[in-house]
């Protein structure tokens, strides 16, 4: 009887460091700790019902442990800054992985009838597989839970599901390893299997999820591209059109000489209206110097327009910057794009986003201001936004923090008076 509960504290102590370790955290680090403490009181606790007080009750054995994965399952929801199915993926594999340390001492008891010896063996075998998954995929773990491009995967918590239950048909069901040793070497290579199995998984998931990065960075690469063709025939054409207007300005000019002496002086505001409208047709805005964010601020600016949202922009950019213009253009894309997609959604008429972009003395700053209307939760560890569901989406904000810490700046925002304010600031 003492030789169970301690085998299975054992394992509910590195079930809940596998989940303070492999899971992104929501909370302080002394906060998410006293959080799976509780979980493992509880599931220590409720281990007394079936081992010790209800020992022959099937019905109270399988009960509590369904229980116990809940409550396991919760933990890792609870504690974690996602919340979503990449984190029910990676509770499920501790429960995979606890499992596996706690038939490791099942074996060594079957070989040497010795508790002792096997609840020792059991610690040691537990932190070996604790300490190889830390140093092979617990970085991969983590990234894959901050990967905004893998949504849905919910399919991939299967994985997990099928190793549980494999090692308890295995190790424990109906025939436990006591009663049947023949098993042993197949748990043996079942376990090295598991830990190959999620170190290849999770490392294409990365790949994959680094490829879906890079789609989505080509896809607007080429939408600029196209607007810089578009802006260039566009110059082209309105260079062509002034170049008629000026070669017809003499012909206009006597017109007006000839209305003037025939005192047409309605016919000389209509003309001069005509002379107005065709050169405001022409007219090329400019923004700001630097071609590259010239296209793409008048894209946005177009976009928002279609949108019934007015952008009050001022921007000072060089024609030459320190740094990749497309970058650059694309951290103002994103941003600019983000407001304005959030008021866009607005009922109201009047629709506004504030956009000041300047890099001139040794200094790069990026200020974006919009109203809200509902409550913007900002994250606990970044301090910016956190994400809204939706494939692809956040990967515009990820461009921008890796902006950011490429040329050393400072990315934050903040809530004033109904104005959420972003802002880029960066001394280059």
Request: net charge negative; aromatic share 12%; hydrophobic share 45%.
């Amino acid at each position: 009887m003492y030789y169970k509960s301690i085998s299975y504290m054992i394992s509910h102590v590195f079930l809940m460091l596998f989940m303070y370790l492999f899971i992104s955290h929501r909370y302080s680090k002394t906060k998410t700790a006293c959080i799976c403490f509780s979980s493992f009181l509880i599931l220590t606790m409720t281990d007394c019902l079936k081992l010790d007080i209800f020992v022959d009750s099937s019905f109270c054995y399988v009960s509590v442990t369904v229980f116990q994965i809940l409550v396991t399952q919760f933990t890792g929801i609870l504690i974690s800054k996602h919340r979503d199915s990449k984190v029910l993926f990676i509770g499920l594999s501790a429960s995979s992985y606890v499992i596996a340390g706690s038939v490791s001492a099942t074996i060594l008891f079957t070989w040497t009838q010795n508790m002792l010896v096997s609840v020792i063996g059991g610690f040691f075998v537990h932190a070996g597989i604790l300490a190889v998954l830390c140093n092979r995929i617990r970085d991969i773990g983590l990234r894959y839970q901050e990967r905004e491009s893998i949504q849905g995967q919910w399919g991939l918590c299967l994985i997990p599901v099928f190793f549980y239950c494999s090692f308890s048909f295995l190790a424990f069901f109906p025939y436990t390893l006591d009663e049947n040793p023949h098993n042993i070497p197949g748990v043996i290579f079942f376990i090295i299997t598991m830990i190959i199995s999620y170190v290849v998984a999770l490392r294409y998931l990365e790949s994959e999820s680094e490829r879906a990065e890079t789609y989505w960075k080509s896809v607007f690469i080429k939408s600029y591209v196209r607007e810089l063709e578009k802006q260039y025939h566009l110059l082209e054409q309105s260079d062509k059109n002034l170049k008629i207007m000026r070669h017809d300005m003499h012909h206009y000019s006597g017109m007006i000489n000839s209305l003037l002496d025939q005192e047409e002086y309605d016919e000389i505001r209509k003309l001069a209206e005509y002379i107005k409208s065709v050169a405001d047709e022409n007219k090329v805005v400019k923004y700001c110097n630097n071609l590259t964010v010239n296209s793409i601020l008048t894209h946005m600016v177009e976009k928002a327009h279609a949108l019934g949202v007015t952008v009050q922009l001022e921007a000072a950019v060089p024609k030459e910057l320190s740094f990749s213009d497309y970058e650059f253009a694309a951290v103002v894309a994103n941003l600019l794009e983000n407001a304005i997609s959030h008021v866009s959604r607005f009922e109201r008429k009047d629709k506004r986003v504030q956009a000041n972009i300047h890099c001139a003395d040794g200094h790069v700053l990026i200020h974006m201001q919009n109203e809200y209307e509902q409550e913007i939760m900002l994250d606990g560890e970044t301090g910016l936004p956190r994400r809204a569901a939706g494939e692809g989406h956040g990967l515009g904000m990820q461009s921008v923090q890796n902006f950011s810490e490429k040329i050393g700046g400072n990315l934050g925002c903040y809530c004033e008076e109904g104005i959420f304010h972003i802002m880029l600031f960066a001394k280059i």
